[in-house]
């Protein structure tokens, strides 16, 4: 009764929310969900995933790990504290990252902070991990960079707002627990690929490289940054090189305070003495401009927080205000498919490595959709494509966080800094914002891991990583993933599929009886040759009994397998099955495979078969 009751709400619940969407799509004059303009139906898609959230869809509690934290919990004032101070402190960090991120994407600095900022709250207050820190991260920017560069401000946006749906469905479909099949060399591998592409991307702005246009494919870009060479610029390159110096060295002082405003200290420094000197560099405020509502321009950064836009009413790439269609959307929809599928590796794994510093297990699919309700929102306010990042969230856990109170006040402060830091965060050098990305790209690397895996790890590993990267940076991390993931199935599978063998059970027996276990799982890429092995060896025998107490698995080609054994056994041969596992006996079931008179014979063990067939046995003689 009472399950009955549960189901009776749930249908009640979602049935006035199918009765809502009907009004709503009414007074807005549509007929359903396939009438009307694409902008109107892109703000239902929005608010259709919305409702399912906010009425329990699949069972998943909206604002899990906030509520955990800060609800269920005892939220103290001593804990408050800590949030603050693990605030500010990834807060310092996040602000010239998401600058240069920004800048790396191809867009102005400031929809980095808008990112931070918006993208940032949002995931901390819906999604399911205690402690991510959540913005843009370095690994979008192999896909952010030619998509802002195709489809302009307008383009990116609305492929991040599709990416938030994706990542939507995804948690609301419970795909949390899929990353836990991606293999170690396959991540290790795309993530590799993606800090060679980044570091090889900051080349430009470190030296001051002179390109009249930058290759879109990665040979080509090596090549055009090899021919730049000659232009370098004396001072953009020493300054990048004092910022990276002091990133390297800062933590080896044991300082507290993260090294990234040291070292952007550092640089501003040494351009200050290069200017003395009549010595330009390239700065935020001579290589970014913005065009205020009241039609006002600036250089730099504005100082205001960010605005409510709708995405396609942004400039495309050639200047032009957007046209938004479905040929359009239908281009950006494996652009934002691939940011979807990055968020959600990324801040999965970000999670996982905070489970494991911090002894707390996160929730999956409420991270999805705090990160699809994230960059969902995010684009209406400027912000591009985020999620968690791991270097920023492991900050946060180190400077004593506990709870996503923390995320909250970094992005306050990130909002706070557009307005009191802006002209002075224009003074910032191109160079020392790339060197803090060359920096970013060679932590994400995590050189040591691939050494490790290419010194000690199997063949079939190494074979994986290495192809995986080299995907990477020479197309694109999709058909890494894909042909990874693809490439370690089959090779486990041929593994798996080795291990799966006969054995002769211990002792003696008698002549006319051959007496065998099977070991491993009877799936299609064993079992046809297992069987072929069995018909050999079972020849000089009229009685055949196989062990099956082993078998793990039966599937659909094992099965084929041994109904063609049977059928080309020899009428005088009788084969026994013995101790049956429940998974192969329910698949043996539902296939109608049944005992044939002496020829196919099922006993419950082994030692009933050797009884029987010893019977037998004596009875004809």
Known sequence: MKNRRMVSALNGTAGRAEQAHRLMLRAAGIRSGRDGPLSTRLFFIAWSCFSMKSHRINGIRPFSALIEACWREKYTLPRFIHDVIAGITVGIIAIPLAMALAIASGVPPQYGLYTSAIAGLVIALSGGSRYSVSGPTAAFVVILYPVSQQFGLSGLLLATLLSGVFLLLMGMCRLGRLIEYIPLPVTLGFTSGIAITIATMQVKDFFGLTLAHVPEHYTDKVVALVNALPTLNTGDTLIGATTLLVLIVWPKFGIRVPGHLPALLAGTAVMAALSSVQINVATIGSQFSYLLADGSRGQGIPAILPQFVLPWQLPAADGHPAVLDWHTVSQLLPAAFSMAMLGAIESLLCAVVLDGMTGRKHHPSSELLGQGFGNLIAPFFGGITATAAIARSAANVRAGASSPMAAVIHALLVLLSLLVLAPWLSYLPLSAMAALLLLVAWNMSEAHKVVDILRRAPRDDILVLLLCMTLTVLFDMV????????????????????????????????????????????????????????????????????????????????????????????????????????????????????????RLVFCATLEQALNDTQVDAERDI
């Open 479 to 598: 058909i890494a993933i894909t042909v990874g993931i693809v490439l370690a199935s089959l090779l486990f599978m041929g593994n798996v599929a080795r291990m799966t063998r006969l054995s002769e059970l211990p002792g003696t027996l008698p002549d006319h009886r051959l007496v065998l276990r099977i070991n491993g799982p009877l799936f299609f890429a064993a079992a046809e040759r297992l069987f072929s092995e069995l018909m050999e060896r079972a020849a000089p025998y009229p009685t055949v009994i196989l062990q099956w107490d082993a078998v793990s698995v039966l599937d659909a080609g094992g099965l084929n397998a041994f109904r063609r054994f049977v059928e080309l056994l020899p009428a005088e041969k009788q084969l026994i099955i013995t101790d049956i596992p429940f998974q192969p006996l329910k698949t043996l079931a539902r296939a109608n495979i049944s005992p044939i008179a002496n």
